[in-house]
């Protein structure tokens, strides 16, 4: 996809519940010595195997620190600044235009949707297919591996403190 001639950007969040739940310390860019216990604690009850380790395994942080680099033109990843586009820190589990201090469409407020790992895949696939009349204008990222790195980059960036 592109968008003002930059291929492959793309929007899309993630949180706590994902980097506990889906994308353990085996997602490259997390580091070999990866405490598993720090980053998916035995109550939050992480999976061990499943139909998507491969594609998880896949994922890399880095790749998407860089896919998002595209998308801090709008977006912060952790409550700072004065941007067009709402603050992604704590989105997981984050009611879809919730945030008192941004102005979002009235498509966005009336969308009934929560954030997660789901949502979020699909939104940033096509954001104007999943949620008709939204603001953010941005075509989507078609690439499945792209929308898996930057999953797994927003995943750990936007934690809530």
Not at 135 to 157: H, N, P, Q, S, V
Request: proline share 4%; net charge negative; with cysteine.
């Amino acid at each position: 996809m592109t968008w003002f001639g930059v291929r492959g950007s793309g929007f899309v969040v993630l949180g706590a519940w994902f980097a506990t739940t889906v994308f353990a310390p085996h997602v490259r860019g997390l580091g070999a010595g990866a405490d598993r216990a720090a980053v998916c604690p035995a109550s939050a009850g992480c999976r061990t195997a499943s139909r998507s380790d491969a594609a998880e395994a896949a994922a890399d942080v880095d790749k998407g620190k860089t896919i998002f680099e595209q998308c801090a033109a709008c977006h912060s990843v952790d409550g700072s600044g004065d941007y067009d586009g709402p603050s992604l820190k704590g989105v997981i589990g984050r009611k879809a235009g919730s945030l008192e201090d941004y102005r979002y469409s009235a498509a966005m407020k009336r969308s009934d949707v929560t954030w997660d790992a789901a949502t979020l895949d699909t939104y940033v696939t096509d954001p104007q297919a999943f949620i008709p009349g939204n603001r953010m204008a941005f075509a989507g990222i078609a690439d499945k591996a792209e929308r898996d790195d930057l999953l797994a980059y927003l995943t750990i960036a936007t934690q809530p403190n």
